[in-house]
């Protein structure tokens, strides 16, 4: 091979993971964090979502949710109102509760829960000896 088509390769090869990191990091971003937009976020989207928080609106919530996401499983009729309260204690900036109520209702704050390397698992806890 010569050097240009290498660099060329390399060059490439480096701008499509930059791309690709940059959109992982910017879908993970809003999960948990009511400041950040989600990646399916439009204005007619979330003043609909806005208002099924007001309301306390669980058919409305369900109906926008469609189904997606981890929190459409965690979140039913009867936790929805807590799941409201931990929405409004976030954006008024009341993170340490917010999430206390998040955690309780078995939802974490996206990856931000799985810090460290082996997610719980120590380092080299639970492999196979070889």
Known sequence: MNIKKILLSSATLALVGAIGLGTISSVLAYQGDPSEAGP???AERHEAMEKA???NDYDAWKDLMQGKGRVSQ????????QFAEARSLAKQGKQVE?????QELGLGI????KAGSGFGQGMGHGR???
Do not use: K, L
């Open 98 to 102: 917010a999430s206390a109520i998040r």
């Open 53 to 55: 928080f007001q309301d």
């Open 128 to 130: 196979m000896a070889q």
């Open 40 to 42: 399916n976020c439009t």
């Open 110 to 113: 996206g990856q931000r829960q």
């Open 74 to 81: 965690v979140i039913t009729q009867e936790n929805f109102e």
